[in-house]
């Protein structure tokens, strides 16, 4: 038995919660996981892992044996990086996933630079709205807006950015229906809602020590910004939206912002920050900290947007 294969297999399938699931992120077929894994436990004489047709978790014994191994793989998958770019030019694949609308607009018109700037580096771009984990899935950086729901992982995070959010309608839509001076009037306008938070329908607000919280409703809930963002551009109704996704129509004429003497308020769990995380082990990664740098250099614009 190749122990150190043992246990990268075993290590696998306590993150991923499937063998085959492991299997394809270790590129093996599902027989050698099970057999290395069987191995595995007859050496040690315990069993590791409950196995069932619909889950398989670790053992009271199997968990405390993936709490010592797992860091040992960390640190050797560590050690193995850092020769690997030990003449200080970051190389290799690097695994992002960042949200769809703010991936498309303000990192991907920037890849070309990074590639050019990095050219021993390789993206793979993970595209989803999704909450991704970096261990199941094998991400070396996460991006991801507003509120951290590290759920228990111990991520490292750095700040990117800032934005803020704009209530805001397009000209056609005003001429027809006037501008709400106080978040009071929104009640009588038709406000369109991101439904991907709770409490969509809640638009918070605040001016010196006033808080105002509104009840809006309109004739359109989505889950995609960009959906709002072009009903609105069509005349449809209102928006609440991010700074990074309509500063340029407000800059541009396309929509026109209201209410700007009350500052956006938002819920206790909603933060504006725009963030990367990553994993302790890709700490002294050339390849994570050349992204997450060129990110921070060429992404610092959207805090100033929030002066719109």
Known sequence: MDQFAAMQAFVKVVETGSFSASAR??????????????????QLQTQLLNRSTRSVTPTPQGRKYYDKVAPILQDVEAANRLVSEQDKTPRGLLRVSLPVAFGRIHVVP??????????????????????????????????????LDRSGATWLVRKLASYTRRVC??????????QPNHPDELAQ??????????????????QDKEVCEVKVKGSLVANNSEVLRQVCLDGAGLILMPTWLIGEDIRAGRLEAVLNDFQFYPQADLDTGIYALYLPNRRHSLRVQAFINFLVKRLGYLSDSNEI
């Open 110 to 147: 920037i890849i070309r630079d990074f590639l050019v700037q990095c050219p021993e580096m390789q993206l793979d771009l993970k595209l989803s709205d999704a909450l991704s984990n970096p261990v199941e899935e094998e991400l070396d950086v996460v991006i991801r807006l507003g509120n």
């Open 25 to 42: 992120q270790l590129e093996v077929a599902v027989s050698s996981v099970t057999r290395q894994v069987n191995a595995l436990e007859k």
């Open 169 to 178: 309608g397009s000209p056609s839509y005003f001429q027809q229906h006037g």
């Open 189 to 206: 306008h038709n406000c369109l809602c991101f439904s991907y938070s709770t409490g969509h329908e809640i638009w918070r607000f605040k």
